[in-house]
C-alpha cells in the first residue's frame, strides 16, 4: 500500500511541475472562478462547449501542490465528456475523498484521478483537491464561483 502511495504522489508531483491545461481559453464559452481561502488556493476554469459536451477545458491560478496537480487532472478527465458525465465524476470523486466511495471494491471510472484518494487522512486537503472540480460544476452550471467554504 505504501508503494502504491508512493506512485501516486509521484503523479500528483509531476501534474503540479507540468500542469496540464494550464493556459486561458480566449473565446472561452463559460468560466468560474474557484477559491479556496483556508490554503490559499485560487483558480480559473475555462470551458468551450459543443453543444453539451466539454470540447476543451483549461485552467489559470495559483495554489498548493494538490489543488494544481487535481485541477490538471480534471481537465484531461472531463475533456470530451459531457456534462451529465463531468457531473458524475465530480460525485464519484467527491465520495472518493470524503470515503465513501471505496475505489478498490466500487465501481467507479476514476481511473488515474485515484491519486487522490489518499487526501481522504488529511481533511483540509479534500478541499484543495474538490475546488478545481467546485469551479468546473460553477462553470458547467453557470453559478459563476465558487468557494470551499
Ligand atoms: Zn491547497
Redesign the pocket.
Known sequence: MSELNELYQETILEHNKNPRNFRKIEDADKTALGN?PL???ALQVYLKMDGDTVADVAFKGS??A??KASASMMTQAVKGKTREEADKLFDEFHRMVTGDLDIETDENHLGSLRAFAGVLEFPA?V??ASLSWHTLTAALHDSGEASTE
Do not use: L
Request: hydrophobic share 10%; proline share 0%; charged share 25%.
Open positions: 479556496n490554503c490559499g488556493d495554489g498548493c494538490i489543488s486537503r478541499k484543495c
